[in-house]
C-alpha cells in the first residue's frame, strides 16, 4: 500500500513538472544536455517517473550508451537509446531486436531494467551502473568500471548544471549516495574508487526511491568535482 502511495505521488509530482516546463518553455531535464538528449525528454520524464529514478540518471545512460540515436546496435548487440539486449538467451523475456528499436519502448525496458539492478546493488550507483553495462559476473573489470564513471560524470554534470554550476569549471565529476534504510542512514560515501572526503558536494537530491516489500530504499545522491586545482570550485 505504501508503495503504492509513493509511486503515485511521484506521477503526480512528474506530472507537475512536465505541465510547469510546457508553461516555462523549459526542460525538466538538466540545462548541461544537448538537444540529441532533450529531444527524449517526455518519454525519459514518464519512465523515470513510474520507476522512481531522477530523469537525468536515465539521461546520462541514453548519452553514454547511443548519444541520443534511436537506431544503433552495438557490437555485443544492445539495442537502441539505452542499449537494451533483446530477446535471445539469458533474455527470453525481452522484446526482440525491432520492437525495442521503438523509443518509447527501449526507455521503458532501459529504466525497468536499471531501477531493479538498483533495488539488488541496495542503492550502491556505481555497482548498479557496472552491472547495467555488463552483468554481475563484469562489475569488477575496467569496461563496465569505465562505463559507470563515464554515466557518473555526464550525471554530476547534470546535478551541478541543475544548482546553476557551469559544469565545465571541474574536468570530471562523479556522484556521491547515501542511502537511508528505514530510521537508520548509511555513510555517504564517494561511487567508484574515489575516496570520502573530497572537497564539495553538490545539489543533494533523491535518485531512486522505492519498497522492496521489507524497507523502504531512499538514495540520496551528490554531485563531486574532481581535478578542479585551477577551477571556481577549488576549496581545498
Avoid at 4 to 22: C, K, P, R
Avoid at 48 to 56: K, N, S, W
Avoid at 152 to 164: H, K, T, V
Amino acid at each position: 500500500m505504501r508503495k503504492g502511495i509513493f509511486a503515485f505521488l511521484l506521477f503526480l509530482f512528474g506530472i507537475f513538472q512536465l505541465a510547469a516546463a510546457s508553461e516555462e518553455d523549459e526542460t525538466v531535464l538538466a540545462p548541461s544536455w544537448g538537444e540529441e538528449i532533450v529531444r527524449w525528454e517526455s518519454l525519459i520524464v514518464e519512465s523515470a517517473v513510474e520507476y522512481q529514478i531522477d530523469p537525468d540518471l536515465i539521461a546520462a545512460i541514453v548519452d553514454v550508451e547511443s548519444d541520443g540515436k534511436s537506431d544503433g546496435v552495438s557490437y555485443a548487440g544492445a539495442v537502441g537509446l539505452m542499449g537494451v539486449m533483446p530477446y535471445g538467451e539469458g533474455f527470453e523475456y525481452r522484446p526482440n531486436r525491432t520492437i525495442l528499436l521503438d523509443p518509447q519502448t527501449n526507455i521503458s525496458w532501459g529504466t525497468a531494467i536499471i531501477a531493479d539492478i538498483m533495488q539488488q546493488a541496495g542503492g550502491d550507483l556505481h555497482a548498479a551502473l557496472a552491472a547495467y553495462n555488463g552483468g554481475w559476473r563484469q562489475v569488477d573489470t575496467l569496461e563496465t568500471r569505465t562505463y559507470a564513471a563515464d554515466v557518473l560524470n555526464l550525471y554530476g554534470r547534470a546535478i551541478a548544471s541543475r544548482e546553476g554550476v557551469d559544469p565545465d569549471d571541474a574536468t570530471a565529476w562523479t556522484v556521491a549516495v547515501q542511502v537511508p534504510r528505514g530510521h537508520i542512514a548509511t555513510r555517504t560515501y564517494m561511487a567508484g574508487d574515489y575516496a570520502i572526503g573530497l572537497p564539495m558536494t553538490l545539489g543533494e537530491h533523491v535518485v531512486y526511491e522505492n519498497y522492496d516489500g521489507n524497507r523502504p530504499i531512499f538514495v540520496r545522491a551528490y554531485a563531486v568535482p574532481l581535478d578542479v586545482a585551477d577551477s571556481p570550485l577549488n576549496v581545498r
